[in-house]
T-cell receptor
Framework: DAKTTQPPSMDCAEGRAANLPCNHSTISGNEYVYWYRQIHSQGPQYIIHGLKNNETNEMASLIITEDRKSSTLILPHATLRDTAVYYCIVRKWNNNDMRFGAGTRLTVKP | GAVVSQHPSRVICKSGTSVKIECRSLDFQATTMFWYRQFPKQSLMLMATSNEGSKATYEQGVEKDKFLINHASLTLSTLTVTSAHPEDSSFYIC??????????????FGQGTRLTVV
């Protein structure tokens, strides 16, 4: 599975959009981009995933560049409860395991 | 979404004793489950892949005789930390993917088990 690079930390004002970048320049054609988050002392929570098209669900939007070498997770209206570590993971379609990098610690401030 | 449950959520044990952690998929079957360990301020590290009806596959550097994994049914995997020592104190997390269906592309995680060895 391709490696990912994320900034170690980011701040965001409550109510504003949080844009979390992820670089995955070595991604291959059959690898998906997944985003999970982990709130302190809990198990990771699935957010969204995509292959090459932009995706949106009730939690977030995922924007994948045309060359698929990077992506951005967008939380449209961040709340204090969105403070967590966000992990960007690249995984082959037929792999079951998830391998975590260091992630981005997002702090939403009032 | 699918639910994965771990038990216990917290456990304190004495050094030298063994501790068993259970991971259950509550509303789906999983031929494969995964065990992770997370130390404070660090990311999750995959320890092993639990395979129903066969031996677990361990990641490099993980002692299979210390971390015993049993996956006896399609809904239950157990991790036993044998002869636990203080350095085994950590947050242990399991995950599972539903078989087939529209849910088969994402993994669901348990709430984690905080193990403290004193």
């Amino acid at each position: 599975d391709a490696k990912t690079t994320q900034p170690p930390s980011m701040d965001c004002a409550e109510g504003r959009a949080a844009n979390l970048p992820c670089n995955h320049s070595t991604i291959s054609g059959n690898e998906y981009v997944y985003w999970y988050r982990q709130i302190h002392s809990q198990g990771p929570q699935y957010i969204i995933h995509g292959l090459k098209n932009n995706e949106t669900n009730e939690m977030a939007s995922l924007i994948i560049t045309e060359d698929r070498k990077s992506s951005t997770l967008i939380l449209p209206h961040a709340t204090l409860r969105d403070t967590a570590v966000y992990y960007c993971i690249v995984r082959k379609w037929n792999n079951n395991d998830m391998r975590f990098g260091a992630g981005t610690r997002l702090t939403v401030k009032p | 979404g699918a639910v994965v449950s771990q038990h216990p959520s917290r456990v304190i044990c004495k050094s030298g004793t063994s501790v068993k952690i259970e991971c259950r998929s509550l509303d789906f079957q999983a031929t494969t489950m995964f065990w992770y360990r997370q130390f404070p301020k660090q990311s999750l590290m995959l320890m092993a892949t639990s395979n129903e009806g066969s031996k677990a596959t361990y990641e490099q550097g993980v002692e299979k005789d210390k971390f015993l994994i049993n996956h006896a049914s399609l809904t239950l995997s157990t991790l036993t930390v044998t002869s636990a020592h203080p350095e085994d104190s950590s947050f242990y997390i399991c995950s599972a993917n539903p078989q087939g269906g529209v849910l088969n592309t994402e993994a669901f995680f348990g709430q984690g088990t905080r193990l403290t060895v004193v």
